[in-house]
């Protein structure tokens, strides 16, 4: 660390100079630009004035499999690009060109443009910024939708909500696909830091909720899918105290949604002393109880969710004590 005069030249003006080797490391020099972003914590970012940044991409998809496109197109998007073509050598199958709109439709603000039999083109049209803490909002209301209708479905056996659960789980991936995007454009000067009032450090912590809430709903559709699967009523029943967890589990999401919401460390604190003295979070030992698969798969997921839900509580806390922003009294 370095520290540094504040010279004043002028009638009103203030200079520092900059350190040689930080100009060199980073290619300026002499009548170069720099961005320079004031934070409302009192800390001033600043950063060589990046101009004509690549904002398009191509990717030839003639050896991919079909995975290895889909990894590659959401790579793309989550670098900040605004154009990603897609190419061939001779011809598009039916398969590629229904594979390649499907991924588009999870990158939120891209469409399909320019389609040919050699090449397919995915573009930002969106100009407008959602704040991230709201998206991350919508993401909390459309996980928990999905939480209490999965309760439903298990105690009614009601397999139309199964269905629905599982095509909401789409949204709660597109969303964090664009919270992601954001953050990683922000990090590559992609786009300006003036476009959020929120300072890095809390944009990242949004973008950490957003894995876990998603995670979240990934198994949540992931139960919703195996009760799918069930050919025959006498496949699948609920005892008891395996009822009580679920819906202990419901609670407790709720719960995190009002520790996001508020970035409330206290009711974070609560949360995590309930959790962390039950050990194995007081689930049915398979050993003991005769379950079917599907019990199985249930018990599982709600482990993961309570883990994912403990993750964000704690994240809520570091984030308030890096930012001191709810101090705890």
Request: net charge neutral.
């Amino acid at each position: 660390m370095e520290i540094r005069n504040i010279q004043k030249t002028g009638g009103s003006s203030y200079t520092i100079t900059l350190p040689k080797e930080w100009i060199k490391n980073q290619g300026l020099s002499e009548k170069n630009q720099l961005e320079m972003f004031s934070q409302k914590n009192g800390q001033l970012h600043i950063r060589p004035h990046k101009q004509n940044v690549p904002s398009k991409t191509s990717i030839i998809i003639d050896h991919l499999s079909h995975v290895q496109i889909i990894r590659e197109i959401i790579a793309f998007y989550l670098s900040g690009v605004s154009e990603i073509s897609v190419h061939v050598s001779e011809s598009f199958t039916y398969e590629q060109r229904s594979l390649i709109r499907e991924v588009s439709y999870k990158l939120i603000g891209f469409e399909l443009f320019d389609e040919d039999s050699k090449k397919l083109t995915i573009k930002n049209v969106s100009n407008n910024t959602i704040p991230v803490s709201e998206y991350v909002n919508k993401m909390i209301k459309i996980v928990e939708s999905m939480y209490q209708d999965m309760e439903s479905m298990l105690f009614l056996n009601n397999k139309k909500l199964a269905k629905d659960i599982v095509g909401r789980d789409v949204e709660v991936d597109r969303i964090q696909l664009a919270i992601a995007r954001e953050f990683n454009a922000l990090l590559h000067a992609l786009l300006p830091e003036e476009s959020s009032n929120l300072t890095l450090s809390e944009r990242h912590y949004y973008v950490l909720v957003a894995i876990r809430l998603e995670r979240i709903a990934d198994h949540i559709a992931k139960i919703a899918d195996s009760f799918l699967q069930l050919k025959e009523k006498g496949q699948f029943c609920l005892i008891k105290p395996e009822k009580d967890i679920i819906t202990r589990v419901h609670k407790d999401l709720i719960e995190c949604g009002h520790i996001i919401g508020d970035l409330d460390k206290r009711r974070a604190h609560q949360l995590l002393d309930i959790y962390d003295p039950v050990g194995k979070n007081g689930f049915i030992n398979k050993k003991v109880v005769n379950k079917f698969t599907i019990n199985i798969v249930i018990e599982d997921s709600l482990i993961r969710i309570k883990s994912y839900i403990k993750n964000i509580a704690e994240e809520t806390i570091n984030y308030s004590a890096i930012n001191q922003m709810q101090p705890f009294v």
